[in-house]
């Protein structure tokens, strides 16, 4: 009987012990859930983007709750979808902050949904991180709020500086510039960024033409631009006018010597696709992307994991333009709050003003406006494209860092006629 209660006695001192080392991962969490709420576009023209950050910070939450949560509590992701509809915003997040009452706030996403999202963060006096927007903070100067653009302290003007550092080193130098844009928060940020690069450079803008964001025939503006014969034209458009300003370009056979700018539809693996080798040629702005020179801690395991699930989430099977960048703000909200044991956003904010921050993407520190300290935005060209084929942009090859110097991977092929020759 006595050995039967010692065996009895070892099994619980066992279980016991099993449970205590089990409290370094999940079974450490007890409590109320933290809520980590956001407003992304799920739907609409914007969903591409928006389901790829989704994704990136669930999988940012299952890691952090398999670690035992954040103070000892699991995370919770509460998100609404905007529909791409930037006047949906403040409601989200007014219902985020004082329905849902989530402790923490991520995005939202683009420049046209964080702008309208700014008011009631602040009335509320919350920190939040935006996904992919720039030039916010000029206008509203809140101490609160952080970027994950890497724009830095050049600003709008980071999405055409590599573009005309590039143009200017060609020879003979181009000397003509026609720039394209959407009249919408972003694009005439990135048009008015490339109007101050090109003047430093000494070009001449010959055509300036904005569209609104509805536009769907882009062949009369094309003709202009054609008949204004530009050496360069430079464009700042969303996903959709995208794929419809490329198109009507090559229907008419547009010829400058260098053509492209700040599309975020060539951001998108499924329309890069649907492109194919229309795209050749096209000098385009990235904020990240696979290249043998971007490699950092973490970055292929997450990944990987996304690219299993993307089939699944019918979402962007790469996803590389977007994914790190979401899940990035995940690990900088997790590193202030660990490092402040807090969820007060005044010391949230102070932490994350005067720190630095190891992600997937690299070390991210912020600056003035809650800016990048150092600009890392990349200049890439579209080359080589083959039709129907997905896995040739896997690697980065068929996307060259062109700028800056120290990540550049590749050479312009110059001018863009030669680019558009089939191999």
Do not use: C
């Not at 950050?53 to 939450?61: E, K």
């Not at 003047?199 to 300036?208: I, P, T």
């Not at 150092?374 to 942009?393: G, K, M, Y």
């Not at 110097?405 to 680019?419: H, L, N, V």
């Amino acid at each position: 009987m006595m050995n039967g209660r010692r065996k009895a006695l070892r099994s619980l001192a066992a279980a016991a012990l099993a449970s205590l080392i089990g409290l370094s991962g999940a079974a450490a969490q007890s409590g109320t859930p933290i809520k980590v709420g956001a407003g992304l576009s799920l739907t609409g023209g914007s969903a591409p983007a928006g389901k790829m950050l989704q994704a990136a910070i669930d999988i940012w939450r299952e890691d952090v709750n398999a670690k035992g949560g954040l103070l000892g509590r699991p995370v919770e992701f509460i998100s609404y979808d905007d529909q791409s509809t930037p006047s949906n915003v403040p409601g989200i997040y007014t219902k985020l902050i004082t329905v849902d009452k989530v402790d923490l706030l991520l995005g939202p996403y683009a420049t046209n949904f964080v702008a309208p999202a700014m008011p009631t963060i602040m009335q509320h006096n919350k920190m939040t991180f935006s996904l992919t927007a720039i030039g916010i903070n000029r206008h509203f100067n809140y101490p609160k709020y952080f970027s994950m653009v890497s724009v830095g302290p050049d600003g709008v003007n980071a999405f055409s500086k590599g573009f005309f550092e590039i143009a200017s080193q060609q020879k003979p130098k181009p000397q003509t510039v026609a720039i394209l844009a959407a009249d919408a928060e972003f694009a005439r940020s990135a048009s008015d960024g490339a109007k101050e690069e090109l003047k430093k450079h000494g070009f001449k803008l010959v055509y300036d033409q904005s569209y609104p964001p509805a536009t769907t025939d882009f062949t009369p503006m094309l003709r202009a631009i054609q008949a204004a014969n530009p050496d360069i034209v430079y464009v700042a458009a969303y996903p959709p006018d995208n794929v419809g300003i490329i198109r009507a370009a090559n229907e008419i056979n547009l010829q400058p010597k260098m053509f492209g700018g700040a599309m975020i539809g060539m951001l998108i693996t499924p329309i890069r696709v649907q492109l194919g080798p229309v795209a050749n040629g096209l000098v385009i702005s990235e904020t990240f992307l696979p290249s043998p020179k971007l490699q950092f801690a973490g970055l292929d395991d997450l990944m990987k994991r996304y690219q299993a699930k993307a089939g699944e989430l019918k979402t962007d099977p790469i996803g590389y333009a977007f994914v790190p960048m979401g899940y990035a703000a995940g690990q900088i909200l997790a590193k202030a709050v660990t490092e402040t044991k807090s969820l007060d956003h005044d010391k949230l904010a102070d932490h994350v003003r005067k720190n630095s921050f190891d992600t997937v993407v690299g070390k991210i520190s912020f600056g003035k406006d809650g800016e990048w300290t150092e600009a890392r935005q990349f200049t890439t060209q579209v080359q080589n494209v083959q039709p129907n084929n997905l896995d040739q942009f896997r690697d980065g090859s068929k996307t060259p860092v062109l700028w800056p110097p120290q990540y550049k991977s590749g050479d312009i092929i110059y001018p863009y006629a030669d680019a558009r020759k089939k191999p």
